[in-house]
């Protein structure tokens, strides 16, 4: 993972100060450098970046305002040689407040800080884009639905149709329960009867040769009894 960065400071020995600690972290990529916040904002209208180093105290636009003008926030790390001003910077979700003389230990901290938080975005970001396993099913000559597995609780044989039942919502669609049936994850759903297949997750009460699924009950087929035996509850006494 390598993070833009740029850096705002109308001090050159502060700006060279900053770029030689960048160069010694191999995560960073130095972008630019601008003396001045308005070079900085024209920057950033077409340009992104994961990380600024911003000071505060700086002819015509200070650090601050730039800040607060900023839509799309990258991590800001205010550098500056007052104090006073943390507060306001943290109020404009700066991610962290460094006090000039800056000690390399101070900012590799600060560094560090920022790695661990894109690592988290990026790492959340995935599991957004990882979405739970589904079908699509045909519920009428054009229309396809999209049904998450893990929302299925009970398919019902209607003869020549089968009836898809979630919390939510009823699908009828034009299948036979056996191909339907083959075509689910075999350790989640089980058929227990000719006429039903049920989410073994979403069993709530076993008693005699039944189960009860979403409230209702449904019984299970002799022939399917031991299969649903070592499926449904290891002690299964029916």
Known sequence: MILKVIAVDDEPLAINILKNYILKVKQLQLVETFSNAMDASSFLRDNDVDIIFLDINMPMLDGLELLGTLHKKPFVIMTTAHEEHALKSFELEAIDYL?????????????????GLKQGALKASDND???????????????LQKIFLDEIMVVESLKDYIRIITPTSKYIIHSTLSSFTDDL??????????????????????EGNSVEVGGLRYTIGRSYLNDAKSRILPNFNI
Request: glycine share 0%.
């Open 185 to 206: 994850p075999s350790n989640r759903f089980l058929r227990i009867h000719r006429s039903y297949t049920i989410a073994i997750d979403k069993v709530s009460v076993v």
């Open 99 to 115: 006090v000039k003389p800056i000690s390399l230990p101070r900012f590799l901290k600060s560094v560090d800080r920022v790695i």
């Open 129 to 143: 884009r990882k979405e739970k396993p589904s079908i699509f099913v045909k519920v009428d000559k054009k229309k």
